[in-house]
């Protein structure tokens, strides 16, 4: 079993930066792809950013690239993600993942097993 839990969350102006974190326990987090997904009220929960479990390989939405980064420690097992140029849509509650597949990072929700419980970002115009 693994439990993740995310901070870094809060109030920005339109066009700051935010870095979440996302602290894992449990099972070995090194063997894990992790991702960051998010949920706006009243929408899907998407897809954000996914890093391999050795940190080699990236993943990113559309909507993010060049502006989000995704990094991780396994050493300190956690995962970050760097939030730059933020703007009103992405405020959102965003959700750190960890996945259990061997070999490939998923960038969709049915690829992970570990969720955490959410952190709000909220970002102002």
């Known amino acids: 079993q693994v439990q993740l839990v995310e901070s870094g969350g809060g109030l920005v102006q339109a066009g700051g930066s935010l870095r979440l974190s996302c602290a894992a326990s449990?099972?070995?987090?090194?063997?894990?792809?992790m991702g960051w997904f998010r949920q706006a009220p009243g929408k899907e929960r998407d897809f954000v950013a996914a890093i391999s479990w050795s940190g080699s390989r990236t993943y990113y939405a559309d909507s993010v690239k060049g502006r989000f980064t995704i990094s991780r420690d396994n050493a300190k097992n956690t995962v970050y993600l760097q939030m730059s140029s933020l703007k009103p849509e992405d405020t959102a509650v965003y959700y750190c993942?960890?996945?259990?597949?061997?070999?490939?990072?998923?960038?969709?929700?049915?690829?992970?097993?570990?969720w955490g419980q959410g952190t709000q970002v909220t970002v102002s115009s």
């Open positions: 993942a960890g996945s259990l597949l061997v070999a490939t990072t998923p960038t969709t929700k049915s690829g992970y097993d570990y």
């Open positions: 449990g099972r070995a987090f090194s063997g894990y792809g």
